[in-house]
């Protein structure tokens, strides 16, 4: 009794704590968070993006393009800025109250009068004078500009502008700028009388996510060390009527607005959604008679470029293409709507604080085993992606349902983990002490001798197997390494006139082996005999009534070829077992390498059928590992390479020759060593149809 509870306890001292696995499991997933929860995080946000874009149908923001037909109908771009003069004009005229241009005038018009005339030098002197002395349509753009509420564009650049291009900022910043706004070492304004004469101009450009992704808006940039507008805020700000803009940490507010969330970089993350198409116009319909201007009435216009060939493309998270004039369009009705995204600085500390929370809480309720109560709290884990959406459709928030999930599934794995692990172990001890009482009770009263006998009386006799076919010669050798083994064969003679072979080993040695070995037998046969043209699905039915009768039984290998006696053909099926060999009467081998896969009784697979076929005195071979893993004192393996040369030397014997050729040859590397593992062989020679 003491030696018992010794190793009771001694086989309890080997399990391992659960809470520090379920601790361990935490702090994994803390980790795993740190490094990879912002792009799952991320990705999660875009998927919501795509779930529930933004409903843009209210939004007062329109877009002019210069597309494809502008452009046949115009020219080609560069403009006149005869037609851009034009274009302005028309939006205003039909009420717009702002007209806002995703593009920069840097450069004064190709038709110019002074551009022209350097154009043709063989101009006489009169022309010339002329020319020079018409208007410039530069002039003509730059007073339209003045006459018109308009917004230009400007583009940060990473070189230095000369000093003497320092622009202007109509806007009137009140508060802390941030300190991590992106940063330009100049910028590429538009041309004097332009920027002289616009309400105002924004910059167009900022970086994308590491990804190349587009999700927010920079509001604010540094330009030559001096604070600038985006242009979807300056456009915003000019509609708004305002001139101030308020600065908070988190937050940027035009006076008399609603403030808008703002990172630290200055950028607003925007919830994208899908322009009407109803909103956008071709610049070339705007440019012919009769097209009704007063749909641009209290509108906010976005005049770009939008022909094949522009390089403003941005990707965002619910397109893979989209012309960046959109993003800035959607950008400015978000600061003047409220509908930017937001994500509070609190929210983080309270992710961090809701998965451990729950992880806390699933430990102590999946340790208490009250399974009700763990369920739910699983139920609410799982739950979290919901409330993020929910939040992030009804409110714009940015909840992150990343983080909490991964501590509370690091700490439900751990302590699965540990469960299992501690389980396994348990049984597996206990296991080992029923099995080995029996077999000890077994021994003495002479049991295992007569489960010998009954074991072998379920296996086929060498004349049963020589009188299945004559065309074929078949023999067989299995020699358990206990009293009884798990190793077992089987030949069948199916209803369709092919033969069924098998072989299969069960994973361990002894009674408890012998025992799944019967089942398995059994239930093989059977199925094989209703399904001889399917031996898949034979086999795949007798594999799901194993882990369904068998929850804790041990794994099965698995073996089986059907042959047609009269052509030589066979199929093969193999669940985990080693693949067969085939002798020529000449001496060559070969190994068929079969795709197959798991053992039995492991998981539901669909195992698949490989064909080949035998010629006239060729040998199939079918062994199971005790025969390759065979072992001597010295702890050596007979091996593959031992298996094939034996063969080898009895090419053109009849099977039985064949396989005690071979089993001579592990007994003699064996020596006096005891038998490690049950030994079967199986070989099969079809002599030809005419046999």
């Known amino acids: 009794m003491t030696a018992s509870t010794s190793a009771s306890d001694a086989a309890k001292a080997r399990l391992f704590p659960i809470w520090l696995a379920a601790l361990a499991g935490l702090l994994i997933a803390a980790a795993a968070s740190l490094f990879v929860g912002g792009k799952l995080s991320t990705a999660l946000f875009d998927r919501w993006q795509l779930l529930a874009p933004r409903d843009l149908n209210e939004s007062q923001v329109r877009i002019v393009m210069i597309d494809s037909e502008s452009l046949e109908q115009v020219g080609p771009w560069p403009w006149p800025r005869y037609y851009l003069a034009r ?358 009263e002479g049991e295992l001798q007569a489960a010998r006998n009954m074991q072998t009386a379920l296996l086929p006799s060498a004349g049963e197997l020589q009188r299945i076919d004559r065309r074929i010669d078949i023999a067989v050798r299995l020699e358990p390494a206990r009293a009884v083994g798990g190793d077992f064969f089987d030949a069948i003679r199916l209803d369709s006139g092919h033969v069924a072979l098998l072989v299969a080993d069960v994973t361990g040695k002894g009674a408890a082996a012998a025992l799944m070995m019967s089942l398995s037998k059994a239930l093989i046969n059977s199925a094989l005999r209703r399904s001889p043209d399917a031996i898949d699905a034979a086999i795949g039915e007798v594999n799901a009534d194993l882990m369904l009768q068998n929850e804790d039984a041990p794994g099965l290998t698995l073996l089986v070829v059907v042959l047609d006696p009269e052509s030589g053909r066979f199929a093969a099926l193999s669940a985990g077992h080693d693949n067969p060999m085939i002798l020529s009467p000449d001496g060559g081998l070969r190994q068929l390498k079969l795709e197959g896969g798991p053992p039995l009784c492991i998981a539901d697979y669909p195992y698949p059928v490989e064909q080949d076929r035998l010629g006239p005195g060729e040998t199939l071979v079918m062994l199971t590992d005790g025969v390759s893993e065979a072992q001597n004192r010295d702890g050596a393996l007979f091996g593959g390479v031992a298996v094939q040369e034996a063969l080898r030397t009895a090419a053109g014997q009849h099977a039985e020759a064949a396989i005690d050729t071979l089993v001579q040859s592990v007994e003699a590397f064996v020596g006096d060593a005891e038998p490690f593992d049950d030994l079967t062989v199986l070989a099969v020679r079809w002599m030809g149809a005419a046999a």
């Open 87 to 444: 274009l302005v004009e028309e939006i205003a005229s039909g009420g717009a109250k702002l007209v806002a241009f995703d593009m920069v005038f840097p450069e004064r018009d190709a038709l110019d009068p002074g551009n022209f005339v350097s154009l043709y030098p063989e101009l006489p002197e009169s022309s010339r004078q002329s020319i020079e002395q018409m208007q410039s349509l530069d002039d003509v753009f730059a007073q339209v500009i003045g006459q018109q509420p308009v917004v230009l564009g400007r583009v940060g650049t990473g070189y230095a502008t000369p000093d003497g291009e320092q622009p202007m900022v109509e806007a009137q910043f009140h508060g802390a700028i941030p300190a991590k706004l992106t940063s330009f070492r100049g910028v590429k304004t538009n041309l004097p009388d332009f920027e002289f004469s616009a309400l105002g101009a924004g910059l167009l450009n900022g970086p994308p996510d590491e990804d190349g992704t587009v999700r927010g808006v920079p509001l604010l940039a540094k330009a030559r060390n001096a604070a600038m507008p985006g242009l979807a805020l300056e456009a915003a700000r000019v509609a708004a009527g305002a001139t101030d803009i308020d600065l908070s940490p988190g937050r940027l507010a035009i006076r008399g607005r609603a403030p808008v969330p703002m990172d630290d970089q200055g950028r607003m993350r925007l919830r994208f959604g899908r322009i009407a198409d109803g909103h956008i116009y071709s610049a070339a319909n705007i440019l012919r008679q009769g097209f009704k201007r007063d749909v641009f009435r209290d509108k906010i216009v976005f005049l770009a470029l939008g022909a094949e060939g522009t390089t403003d493309i941005v990707t965002t998270p619910i397109a893979a293409e989209q012309f960046g004039v959109m993003v800035q369009a959607q950008a400015t009705d978000a600061i003047l709507r409220g509908a930017a995204l937001n994500r509070p600085g609190w929210l983080t500390w309270a992710e961090w604080a809701a998965g451990i929370v729950l992880s806390v809480a699933l430990y102590w309720l999946l340790r208490t085993n009250r399974v009700r109560l763990a369920i739910a709290a699983i139920v609410i884990v799982l739950g979290l992606p919901i409330l993020s959406f929910l939040l992030f459709d009804r409110m714009n928030i940015l909840a992150d349902a990343v983080r909490p999930v991964m501590l509370a599934g690091g700490t439900l794995l751990g302590f699965s983990t540990a469960s299992l692990s501690n389980a396994r172990r348990e049984r597996e001890r206990l296991r080992e002490a029923l099995i080995a009482g029996q077999i000890e009770a077994a021994a003495a």
